[in-house]
């Protein structure tokens, strides 16, 4: 094994590491904001954890398709998580684009539920 190898390794764990952290932080801040809403939550938090929930969801469903699209073994491990970290965070933006520009029905049904849930008035 040469030095190269070592360090594809390496930073191929590290990537790995980070890679999962975020997704594993997401997860956790969308978890908490949800359990922040109360009955005295204002149309605005209550707006905001919807919107985040209804992104979270599309960046799953959008994470799901790339799958379907990319799967080229000849790639180089480090390279192919470099790749995917930025193709991650585009997901993710680009689920927040969409929640913004075309989620606003379900969004609204959604605060409507949940006014009614936590008896929002």
Do not use: C, P, W
Request: glycine share 0%; hydrophobic share 30%; aromatic share 8%.
């Amino acid at each position: 094994m040469n030095i190269s190898n070592i360090s594809n390794s390496s930073n191929a764990s590290m990537l790995s590491t980070a890679n999962n952290s975020l997704t594993s932080s997401n997860v956790d801040k969308l978890a908490n904001s949800a359990k922040n809403i109360s009955s005295e939550s204002s149309e605005q938090e209550l707006k905001q954890v919807i919107k985040d929930f209804e992104s979270y969801f599309v960046e799953q469903i959008l994470k799901e398709m790339k799958k379907t699209f990319t799967n080229d073994e000849s790639e180089d491990k480090s390279m192919s998580q470099y790749k995917d970290m930025f193709m991650d965070k585009t997901i993710e933006l680009l689920a927040d684009e969409v929640v913004d520009q075309i989620g606003e029905n379900y969004t609204n049904q959604l605060y409507e539920q949940m006014k009614r849930n936590y008896d929002i008035k």
